[in-house]
């Protein structure tokens, strides 16, 4: 049973920095490709980033690249976004996603087969 539990949401300013973690249950964790994705009222769930955990490769949104870190523990089996110099338009509940049997990164929602319940981030301008 593979769990997903997103946690670093908040309130902040245009400008301001948040990290939100996502804590995994399952032992094969290490071999799984983690994803962050966003929606927000009246629009579609969006990807903003992935993490192939066997070898580090990373994916980021366009919207995004150059302002948001996919960072992982192994140990602790969080992963990380860090999220920083936000804007209005990053407000959305924020959903991490485990790929447990994939193989490449995709920023589809298909193929991610277990979700988190989000984690409401809302930038003020």
């Known amino acids: 049973q593979v769990q997903l539990e997103e946690s670093g949401g908040g309130l902040v300013q245009a400008g301001d920095s948040l990290r939100l973690s996502c804590a995994a249950s399952g032992r094969a964790f290490r071999t799984w490709i983690m994803g962050w994705f966003r929606q927000a009222p009246g629009k579609e769930r969006e990807s903003v980033a992935a993490l192939k955990l066997s070898n580090g490769r990373t994916y980021y949104a366009d919207s995004v690249k150059g302002r948001v870190t996919i960072s992982r523990d192994n140990a602790k089996n969080t992963v990380y976004l860090q999220m920083n110099s936000l804007k209005p338009e990053d407000t959305a509940v924020y959903y991490c996603?485990?790929?447990?049997?994939?193989?490449?990164?995709?920023?589809?929602?298909?193929?991610?087969?277990?979700w988190g319940r989000g984690t409401q981030v809302t930038v003020s301008s």
């Open positions: 996603a485990a790929d447990t049997d994939g193989t490449e990164i995709s920023a589809s929602t298909y193929g991610y087969d277990y």
